[in-house]
């Protein structure tokens, strides 16, 4: 086992989603993170909070053993600061002390964010990349408990929300059929427009939007290297991508008419989210269908860059 020298400079944040725990270590100095690893495990910590409310005992032993590795991890790389934040699952849930004391009584210091603070950690990583640290900025964050969608200009925050659209969330009210069905395709995209009509039409408004949607968490990320038949695509790689529009609704329908079988051997996909891909694939395409956007960049620059910075 190698042991790094610690530096005032390394830093880690470990995100528990809804679906991953996932870990960043990274050099941060000057307004910049270099990383130098990034990690991650599902533990599907949300499993059936949307349906009953709680945490499980299950998935709340599983998301801290997770995290005490990670945070083992971070230390023997010679991390300084670690922060751990929870978001969709554990503020949704009415029992999230008891994930908060899990952590505490395994040394770690939980912070469960808002889902506002969650869009400014997202808008602030994905700011940092130089295509996008200026300009017109449109990014969404599909999570398994949420989506934060956030609008930008030069100088302002113009549209902010964080809404309860999830992978995993969607999977457990409407688990789909082996291989999935048209007729369940249908009821999904129909369900996806009536709620992108009534909760995003209104916040948008009159506000003008770029051409190009941003994509931030694993969803994205899945997608691109689905497309480039590749899991070892490099950072630079993965965030000079440019998704069509017609790319994403094409490998929508590819995965829809797939066996979940056939899903988990699809190189790029790890054979655990063959499930959620289904609704994260569709997400996606209902929300650049429905805003015009023509393009999706795919980006690695989310809630845990945007947690190194602040």
């Keep these: 086992m190698t042991t790094f020298d610690q530096t005032e400079n390394c830093r880690a944040v470990i995100d528990i989603g809804s679906n991953s725990v996932k870990l960043l270590i990274a050099d941060v100095a000057g307004g910049e993170v270099t990383p130098l690893l990034r990690e991650g495990e599902q533990t599907r910590l949300g499993r059936g909070v949307f349906e009953t409310g709680l945490l499980q005992p299950a998935a709340i032993e599983e998301t801290t053993r997770a995290a005490t590795a990670f945070a083992t991890k971070a230390r023997e790389h010679g991390a300084t600061q670690i922060r751990v934040l929870a978001t969709s699952a554990a503020r949704d849930a009415a029992n999230c002390g008891e994930l908060t004391g899990a952590m505490a009584a395994a040394g770690l210091k939980l912070e469960i964010i808002s889902g506002e603070a969650e869009a400014e950690l997202v808008l602030c990583g994905v700011r940092s990349h130089p295509d996008f640290a200026k300009g017109p900025l449109a990014i969404i964050d599909v999570g398994g408990g949420s989506t934060e969608l956030l609008v930008a200009d030069d100088k302002t925050l113009q549209v902010q929300h964080s809404f309860q659209l999830g992978t995993v969330r969607w999977l457990e009210k409407n688990p789909p059929s082996d291989p999935p069905t048209d007729a369940e395709r249908d009821q999904l995209v129909q369900a996806l427009d009536g709620f992108l009509e009534v909760q995003i039409g209104p916040l948008l408004g009159?506000?003008?939007?770029?051409?190009?949607?941003?994509?931030?968490?694993?969803?994205?990320?899945?997608?691109a290297r689905i497309l480039k038949k590749s899991g070892k695509l490099s950072a630079e790689e993965l965030e000079s991508l440019s998704i069509s529009m017609v790319e994403v609704r094409d490998l929508s329908k590819r995965l829809w008419v797939m066996t979940m079988a056939e899903r988990r051997q699809l190189p790029g996909l790890p054979a655990?989210?063959?499930?959620?891909?289904?609704?994260?694939?569709?997400?996606?395409?209902?929300?650049?269908?429905r805003c015009g956007f023509s393009k999706l960049r795919p980006s690695l620059r989310g809630v845990r860059h945007g947690a190194l910075l602040s």
Excluded at 278 to 287: H, K, M, P, S
């Design 272 to 289: 655990n989210r063959a499930d959620v891909i289904l609704f994260g694939a569709t997400i996606y395409e209902a929300v650049m269908r």
């Design 206 to 223: 009159e506000v003008p939007l770029p051409d190009t949607l941003v994509g931030t968490g694993g969803t994205s990320v899945f997608l």
